[in-house]
């Protein structure tokens, strides 16, 4: 069965930092692009990061996080993380990540969602002091 699931959510202060988790089962999630996405209340799901193998590892992020996430793998563990440092209230959402079975021809993308084919069930993370 191929499956994602996201951990580490939590309830963090402003400025403080969480490493979210995505483990896959049922595949190798290396051979394949990974997108993070959020959901605040009320409010569209969006893109934060994607890394693609295909092309090296390359990473993307939305401009509202460059600088403050940065998305890894750990191949062994079949995994992929997203360290959030200095975080926002903003962040507040359900973060989810999701798996694109069709390679990117260059950088991966954050969009449109459709792009990408299976999703995990999501991790809340709440900003707030």
């Known amino acids: 069965q191929l499956q994602l699931v996201e951990s580490g959510g939590g309830l963090v202060q402003p400025g403080g930092s969480l490493r979210l988790s995505c483990a896959a089962s049922g595949f190798t999630l290396e051979n394949f692009a990974v997108g993070w996405f959020r959901q605040a209340p009320g409010k569209e799901r969006e893109g934060v990061a994607c890394t693609s193998s295909s092309i090296d590892y390359s990473t993307n992020y939305v401009d509202s996080v460059k600088g403050r996430f940065a998305v890894s793998s750990d191949n062994a563990k079949n995994t992929v993380y997203l360290q959030m440092n200095n975080l926002k209230p903003d962040d507040t959402a359900v973060y989810f990540c999701?798996?694109?079975?069709?390679?990117?021809?260059?950088?991966?993308?954050?969009?449109?969602?459709?792009?990408?084919?299976?999703w995990g069930r999501g991790t809340q993370v709440t900003v707030s002091s």
């Open positions: 999701a798996v694109s079975w069709t390679p990117f021809p260059d950088i991966c993308v954050l969009g449109p969602l459709e792009r990408y084919d299976t």
